[in-house]
């Protein structure tokens, strides 16, 4: 069995024009949920690799113990290869795995802002409008 190992860098790319680095690409990334909590980088790897040439594999861990969350992502080298994955890759050791597309945590806490930017909004007319109801109801006789 062929091994792998990930090398996170803190130099610089050496494509300086390159707009988005190898570990950033969501558009290639799937997220994988319901992993077990001990398993290997290469046991994911070995699994999605029936659905086209990986990339990375990145498994989230408790920092301090390094077992597994039961999360993880898979970086593949195009879009289909992803697509296919996401469709037809939710088996892994006898458990239904959660497989959806990778999002930029940007994006999420953008959305999540906005998500409760609306609800705050609405508690307001709604505190709005009870006050002009029991205003109204002050100026009956």
Not at 24 to 52: A, C, I, M, W
Not at 122 to 130: E, G, T
Request: proline share 4%; hydrophobic share 30%.
């Amino acid at each position: 069995m062929e091994k792998h190992l990930r090398v996170d860098s803190i130099r610089p790319a050496q494509d300086q024009d390159a707009k988005v680095k190898p570990h950033e690409d969501y558009k290639t990334t799937v997220f994988v949920g319901n992993l077990p909590f001990v398993v290997s980088e290469e046991e994911v790897r070995s699994h999605f690799t029936q659905f086209g040439t990986i990339m990375n594999v990145r498994l989230i861990r408790e920092p301090k113990t390094f077992i597994g969350k039961g999360i993880g992502y898979v970086m593949f080298k195009s879009n289909d290869e992803m697509r296919k994955a996401i469709e037809s890759g939710n088996k892994f050791k006898g458990r239904e795995l959660r497989l959806k597309k990778a999002t930029d945590p940007k994006k999420r806490e953008k959305k999540a802002n906005r998500k409760s930017e609306a609800l705050e909004e609405r508690r307001a007319k709604r505190k709005a409008a009870a006050q002009d109801t029991d205003s109204d109801e002050e100026m009956l006789p």
